[in-house]
């Protein structure tokens, strides 16, 4: 009898028309080898896997933790903002009781960046579908 598992599957917006899929089993990362687009799921887990975790976890642009004191040799500007990040009130990424739709809401953004909406633009646009999402579930 197999083991019970536990998996998540995220979707990440590196395609033109859409996500790839990097399902997590335990701790393991997995590529469909049969799948559509297995090159560019293998460029995407081998950024986030190695490229990325190289940036953030060298200089002052350490990886933050979630849990308070966790980050015991990061940079003192780096660690000013954990208080902010464990502190109550914050609101989540991703909450799937508001139908925010995060990573297609990124996807359209980046593209809309593409075509010539400015950074400062898309985070505004973001913020104003977010606090629309959330006003409309508040009870």
């Given amino acids: 009898m197999a083991p019970e598992m536990e998996f998540i599957q995220q979707g990440f ?49 350490g990886l933050l933790s979630g849990f308070e004191g966790e980050n015991p040799e990061a940079d003192p500007t780096v660690l000013a903002l954990q208080t902010d990040a464990v502190s109550p009130g914050q609101i989540p990424i991703e909450d799937m009781r508001l139908c925010f739709d995060y990573w297609g809401t990124i996807r359209i953004l980046c593209l809309d960046m593409i075509d010539g909406m400015t950074p400062e633009e898309a985070a505004m646009e973001y913020d104003r579908i977010q606090a629309e999402k959330v006003e409309k579930n508040v009870p």
Avoid: Q
């Avoid at 701790?27 to 940036?55: D, M, P, Q, W």
């Fill in 13 to 61: 917006p590196v395609l033109p028309d859409g996500t790839i899929s990097l399902p997590s089993i335990d701790s393991r990362i997995c590529v469909n080898a049969k799948g559509e687009h297995v090159e560019e799921a293998l460029n995407a887990l081998e950024y986030f896997t190695i490229s990325k975790a190289e940036e953030l976890s060298s200089g002052n642009k």
